[in-house]
């Protein structure tokens, strides 16, 4: 029997991945079709689909009103963070909150195809708007990043229910070898409240009203999308022309 792991592997190929693997497609790859965007100039949407975010007045983005919204080159610099374009290459912009249950599932999602296919990348924005919980949950992954520790910090919050205090970061630390008093700085940190801000401010740009957002190429995805249009819309996106500026 296959693993849930080989299964999304050969999912990524019957949806185009032929380029990397040389595989015969097994699903036919659904049509998507898409509309551009007024701003940012040369991004687009998929035509019709169905937005569902966590929702929530865009609470946790004040700490970004100093900040510029960025344009251009500037976009996508804060954006993809220097990622992989070009060469079969692509890196997907994923903007997510702890707290937001569809977050999770995507997180997830985005993980298993990361893992199985390396020619994909992610970059991780921290958007916590939901709250103080969020907050603090943000500011963790990005101490945690700070020692290479981001993905164990990611792992253990999308997969369990858990109420973000201080004294739970701390355990973290502790329990995954970090310096810990390091860590516990790094929370509020001037370093990790520019990444805020600047995941904020790109947020913003791209007119998210909500989490998850993803920006896969020059395609926003707001809210869920199913794992197969996910599958097409990456093998696609490997194919066209870099985003506006990241050339």
Known sequence: MLSRRSLIALGLAGVGYGAFTGARAIWPAPKLAFTPVAQPAGFRRIAGQGITTSNVGLVGLDQ????????????????????????????????????????????????????????????????PLLGRASQLAARGALAAMQQGAFEAFQSRLIRTSFVPTSAYMRAFAEENGLDVERFMQDLSAPATETQLARSASAFRAFGFVGTPGLVVGRTLVTGVISPRDLRSLIALEVEEDAPPGCA
């Open 64 to 127: 970004a009103g100093s900040a510029p919204v960025p344009q251009g080159r500037d976009l996508c610099a804060v954006t993809f963070q220097g990622g992989v374009r070009g060469a079969g290459q692509l890196t997907i912009a994923s903007f997510s909150d702890f707290f937001c249950p569809y977050c999770r599932v995507l997180d997830m999602q985005l993980h298993d195809i990361v893992k199985d296919v390396p020619q994909v990348s992610t970059v991780w924005h921290q958007v």
